[in-house]
């Protein structure tokens, strides 16, 4: 589903989708080309939502949402998460009602590492293995590091820290500051929507 995407991001993908093909007999591929409908999108919109980069960016992950559950639908099929540990339970790195609008995340119990360790023993086509995460949501290309400003080695240790913060060195603290911080803004995405509770005297006030 590319829009507006960097060619190795495009050509990386084409290969995965390829390879699994010739691998497994129950696999399809289908390329819908999304930039055409996102251009025309983006002439709807108002000024202010092109002048933000990031909700742009989150556009098109949910417009990437939206087209998976159509051809989901209409082949009664389910929609998978690419997301791991640290990305939907740490840093909650991803897009509310795009990539995290999934029915089942197969490897959301899986830090960033431990899934670098089963492409490799799933045989996974090296172009992957050896990229750099990132989110294909900008068209330079830029990687979840250059984005988070930690690695993902860095964020499993954050995520996982229970210790003195007094012994920790300079970098050590920075990691745990970005950690943190991502952890607090996007807490919204990881915990149940707030639903309004009307007291029971104005809702016995509506039944009259």
């Excluded at 055409?36 to 002439?43: G, I, M, V």
């Excluded at 990437?64 to 159509?70: C, D, I, V």
């Excluded at 509770?197 to 006030?205: E, F, I, N, S, T």
Aim: hydrophobic share 40%; glycine share 6%.
């Amino acid at each position: 589903m590319p829009i507006k995407q960097t060619k190795a991001e495009f050509d990386r993908a084409g290969e995965h989708m390829q390879d699994l093909k010739m691998r497994f007999a129950n696999v399809s591929t289908q390329t819908i080309d999304l930039t055409p409908s996102f251009e025309t999108l983006e002439k709807a919109l108002p000024l202010d939502s092109l002048s933000h980069p990031l909700a742009m960016a989150n556009t098109r992950a949910r417009l990437r949402m939206a087209t998976l559950y159509a051809v989901a639908q209409a082949n009664n099929c389910l929609v998978a998460g690419t997301g791991n540990k640290v990305e939907d339970f740490g840093v909650g790195f991803y897009t509310k009602y795009g990539d995290g609008g999934v029915d089942i995340s197969p490897i959301a119990d899986l830090f960033k590492t431990e899934v670098f360790a089963l492409s490799k023993a799933l045989n996974i086509v090296t172009s992957i293995q050896n990229a750099a995460p990132t989110d294909g949501l900008w068209e330079d290309g830029r990687s979840d590091e250059d984005q988070i400003g930690a690695s993902y080695p860095e964020l499993e240790w954050a995520m996982q820290f229970d210790g003195d913060t007094t012994v920790l060195n300079a970098r050590q603290q920075e990691v745990l500051s970005i950690y943190n911080k991502y952890h607090k803004a996007n807490l919204h995405k990881m915990q149940p929507i707030p639903v309004c509770k009307v007291p029971d005297q104005l809702k016995a006030l509506l039944s009259k």
